[in-house]
């Protein structure tokens, strides 16, 4: 059965087509990063008109690269949220139309949902022992989930603890943002970081009033500009933004960065990436001997930061830990297929009045 998913929850537009819910045929991302990246992060209005744009060439693309018609498919699934609920409208409004036309079923996903799914989407069958810890942590989520298995594919989802602020790549963005260096951030600090020592500085981290598995990163975010301050960058800050400016398609080779970036510098940004992993670790790993887990899953845009996949990889981790590759990592459509795939089985389908839910709960 060749199910086609499509993603347009925030600032890329996804189209994939995903066989049996086990086997990608075409994985298709349209970013918008030229369009946002003059304005240091995404611009809701101008995202929601790129998707426009975007949605039929690339949905097209993703059906003729799976080698596949359109009368070939079998469902059309969607993400309905969360997400900027107007980057959400293109992708559902579009996914109706098309599920009408075709006389197929429609299926709505929850985005995270579709996060967890690109890791067990990657495992052989039955290879992710269940129930298991998922940890989601991207730009606009981080989030844990108590994961168990019902049923031959079917999954049940109890969340643990969330951020009540900042999401950890929303705190890494803006933190690049402030030090000077362009957009996406959290890929630049996750490279620089390497070259710094990460113990230089001690940031610390609050203790959660309620919920204790609750995140919050905007204190780290706040002590970054506190240190910032105090030690007068402004000028070395300015340097880093005028090369950003100057550098073809916003994008300074990782060589200029570090000419334009003291050693100092070097070492906030790897503390200040030390202590948003170590938090996520902390969490995940309390979660998971109070909920006696079987395994970890790690999903989201942040699994592909280099420092958090050592952490989890590492011998203080005694469970087995399933990240998705760096390409089903951040947003794609694939994982919404494949979230899909078990609701097709069991016919839970979606009517025409499916909405786009910009704060929708699994």
Not at 163 to 177: P, Q
Not at 306 to 319: D, H, I, K, N, T
Request: charged share 20%.
């Amino acid at each position: 059965m060749y199910l086609l998913g499509i993603e347009t929850s925030c600032d890329e537009t996804a189209a994939a087509v995903v066989e049996s819910g086990e086997r990608i045929l075409s994985n298709v991302v349209a970013s918008q990063f030229d369009v946002h990246r003059r304005y240091g992060g995404v611009v809701p209005e101008l995202a929601s008109r790129e998707h426009l744009r975007a949605i039929v060439p690339v949905v097209r693309q993703a059906v003729e690269e799976a080698g596949l018609a359109y009368r070939d498919l079998g469902a059309v699934a969607v993400t309905c949220g969360p997400g900027l609920v107007g980057s959400l409208l293109v992708g559902v409004s579009y996914a109706k139309a098309l599920s009408l036309s075709l006389g197929v079923p429609l299926i709505g996903v929850n985005h995270i949902e579709g996060h967890i799914h690109a890791v067990v989407l990657e495992q052989k069958p039955n290879e992710v022992p269940f129930p298991s810890l998922a940890l989601v942590a991207s730009g606009g989520h981080t989030h844990m989930f108590y994961v168990h298995r019902i049923g031959e594919g079917d999954y049940r989802y109890e969340l643990l603890g969330r951020t009540r602020d900042d999401a950890a790549g929303e705190a890494f963005d803006k933190v690049a943002k402030l030090l000077g260096f362009s957009y996406p951030g959290g890929p630049i600090i996750d490279r620089l970081a390497s070259y710094g020592n990460p113990e230089a500085i001690r940031f610390t981290v609050p203790r959660m009033k309620g919920n204790e598995l609750d995140f919050s990163f905007s204190g780290l975010k706040t002590a970054v500009l506190r240190h910032v301050q105090a030690a007068g960058m402004e000028a070395e800050i300015a340097r880093r933004r005028e090369l950003a400016r100057s550098a073809p398609g916003g994008r300074p080779t990782l060589e200029r960065w570090l000419e334009a970036t003291p050693q100092p510098t070097l070492d906030l940004v790897a503390s200040f990436q030390q202590a948003v992993t170590e938090e996520l670790v902390r969490h995940a790993l309390r979660a998971a001997v109070e909920r006696d887990v079987r395994s970890l899953i790690i999903s989201g845009g942040v699994a592909s930061n280099s420092r958090l996949r050592q952490r989890f990889s590492g011998q203080a981790v005694p469970y087995p830990v399933y990240f998705p590759s760096l390409r089903l990592s951040t947003d794609n459509a694939a994982m919404i297929a494949a979230a899909a795939y078990p609701k097709f089985l069991s016919g839970r389908f979606s009517d025409l009045s499916l909405a786009a839910e910009a704060s929708l709960a699994l």
